[in-house]
C-alpha cells in the first residue's frame, strides 16, 4: 500500500520541538537529548530537508498498529548512514546514537515493509526530475559484481566466482541511463549473469513497464536475448569489446553501471558482504544510494572537518 504524506491529526508536541521529522512532532522522541552532528555521514541542513520531504509516513501514525516512536527519525537516519558509510558492525555503533538494537530494527522493519524502496523510487524520481527526464525510464543497462563475503555468510547464499576468482556473493543491478538504480539482486558468486537476469528483468518488467531496450555485457548474450524479447518484449543489446583490444576500455552504454557499481564501493559496508540475508545486502545498496542521492539534491560538499563532541553514556 503506498504511504501517504498527507497528515491529520494532532500534534503531540505543540511546543516547537527542535527536530521536525514525525517522530518528534506526534511520537515521543521530544524526551531524548538532543545529538550535535559530528560525522560526514550526519545529513547536512539541506540533506535532511530533502529527505523529510520524502519520508514515507510510519504505520503507527496512520492508526495501522505499533506503538509511537521514541526515536528523531533524522538521528536513526543518521545511525544506518554511519553503519553503511564505515562499515562498522552494529553493536559498534558510537553511543551518541541510539542504541544498535534499536537501529538494526528500524533498518531490518524499512527493509521488510518497502519503506526504504519507497523512499529510494522517490529520491530517484527527484533526480530524473532535475535532469529534465521522465520518472519512468525507457532504457536500462544491467550488470553485475561480485564481492568477497565475511565469515558469517552461510554457505548455503555464497558460491565462487570462477571468472572473477571470488568466493562470496553477487550483486546484479539494472541502473537507467543516469546510473540510479532500478533493481538489484543478490546471489551466490557462483550464479551466472544469464540465470539471475532471468528474475530480475521480470521483476524490472513489472514495475517499470516503459522500459523497452536494456543494454548487456556479452555475459548475458545467448538464449536470454531471445527470451526477453519473446517473454517481455524487451531488446537486450549486447555491447561486446573490439577485437583484440586489451586493459581497460570505455564501451558505450556499459560505462553507466559500471559507474554505479563504483559509487557502491564507496560505502564501506559494500567493498565485502557481511549481511547474512541477501535481502538485507539489496537494502544496503538503497541505502548506500540514497546517500549518494540525497547529497546531490542537497548540493552537499564533502566537510574539511568536524568537531566531535564528548559521547554521552548510554
Not at 503506498?2 to 500534534?11: G, K, R, T, Y
Amino acid at each position: 500500500m503506498p504511504q501517504s504524506f498527507a497528515l491529520a491529526c494532532v500534534e503531540s508536541n505543540p511546543s516547537s520541538p527542535s527536530c521536525d521529522c514525525l517522530a518528534h512532532r506526534f511520537g515521543n522522541a521530544a524526551d531524548r537529548p538532543e545529538r550535535t552532528a559530528c560525522y560526514v555521514s550526519d545529513m547536512t541542513e539541506a540533506e535532511w530537508q530533502v529527505i523529510r520531504a520524502v519520508l514515507p509516513v510510519p504505520a503507527w501514525l496512520e492508526g495501522r498498529g505499533g506503538r509511537p516512536e521514541g526515536y528523531c527519525h533524522r538521528v536513526i537516519l543518521d545511525a544506518v548512514r554511519y553503519v553503511v558509510d564505515n562499515g562498522v558492525k552494529w553493536a559498534n555503533l558510537p553511543a551518541d546514537f541510539p542504541p544498535y538494537r534499536r537501529v538494526h530494527a528500524f533498518a531490518r522493519r524499512w527493509q521488510v515493509t518497502g519503506l526504504l524502496a519507497e523512499l529510494h523510487d522517490r529520491l530517484r524520481d527527484k533526480i530524473r526530475q532535475r535532469d529534465g527526464r521522465s520518472p519512468d525510464p525507457t532504457a536500462a543497462i544491467v550488470d553485475s559484481q561480485s564481492v568477497r563475503a565475511a565469515a558469517n555468510i552461510p554457505r548455503s547464499t555464497s558460491g565462487w566466482d570462477g571468472g572473477k576468482k571470488v568466493g562470496g556473493r553477487k550483486r546484479h543491478l539494472v541502473v537507467d541511463c543516469l546510473g540510479m538504480v532500478l533493481a538489484v539482486a543478490v546471489t551466490a558468486a557462483s550464479v551466472q549473469d544469464r540465470d539471475a537476469a532471468v528474475p530480475l528483468l521480470e521483476r524490472l518488467r513489472r514495475t517499470y513497464f516503459s522500459v523497452r531496450l536494456v543494454w548487456a555485457d556479452g555475459g548475458y548474450a545467448g538464449r536470454l536475448v531471445d527470451w526477453a524479447a519473446e517473454k517481455l518484449q524487451l531488446t537486450l543489446d549486447i555491447v561486446r569489446r573490439t577485437d583484440g583490444t586489451s586493459g581497460f576500455v570505455v564501451l558505450p552504454r556499459r560505462w553507466v553501471v559500471e559507474r554505479t557499481l563504483s559509487w557502491l564501493m564507496r560505502s564501506r559496508r559494500l567493498v565485502r558482504d557481511y549481511e547474512r540475508l541477501p535481502a538485507m545486502h539489496e537494502a544496503m545498496v538503497l541505502w548506500s544510494m540514497t546517500m549518494l542521492m540525497s547529497g546531490r539534491l542537497a548540493g552537499r560538499r564533502r566537510p574539511a572537518g568536524l568537531s566531535r563532541p564528548t559521547p554521552r553514556a548510554r
